[in-house]
């Protein structure tokens, strides 16, 4: 059974999180700097080999009033470079997703100022959990 691999895209850093093989609980995984997108490239490519990864989700940056973004346009690019990985590639809207990520940060007393990535982590679970949930109703 594959896993759904779950990627917040940033221009720094791209957070990523793994669901369970049932396909029911996301969770955060790791953070990989982007460095390029050769180099970004192949990081995910061994990560989806050695993750048994089946489909990936990417989180995509819609503005608060729906409209595409700047950013909209850099992820929707990125998530078109995954395709020579031949694997499904699916968007989900991921509005406040790092916003949570950093309240539930808060609410567990961990300091978010040099956790970015692990903001980035959270993040990636959550809009991942939140195409889970919708595939599981």
Known sequence: MGRILGVDYGDSRIGLALSDPLKMIASPFQTIRNEGSEKRLQSIQTLTEEQEV???????????????????????????????????????????SSVSAEKSMIIQKIKTGHNKGMIDQRAAAILLQQFLDKQNR
Not at 68 to 92: C, G, M, W
């Open 54 to 96: 089946e489909s990936i989700v990417v989180g995509l940056p819609i503005g608060m009033k729906g409209q595409e973004t700047a950013q909209t346009k850099k992820v929707r690019e990125f998530a078109d470079s995954l395709s020579v990985l031949n694997l499904p590639i699916y968007l989900e809207d991921e509005r406040l």
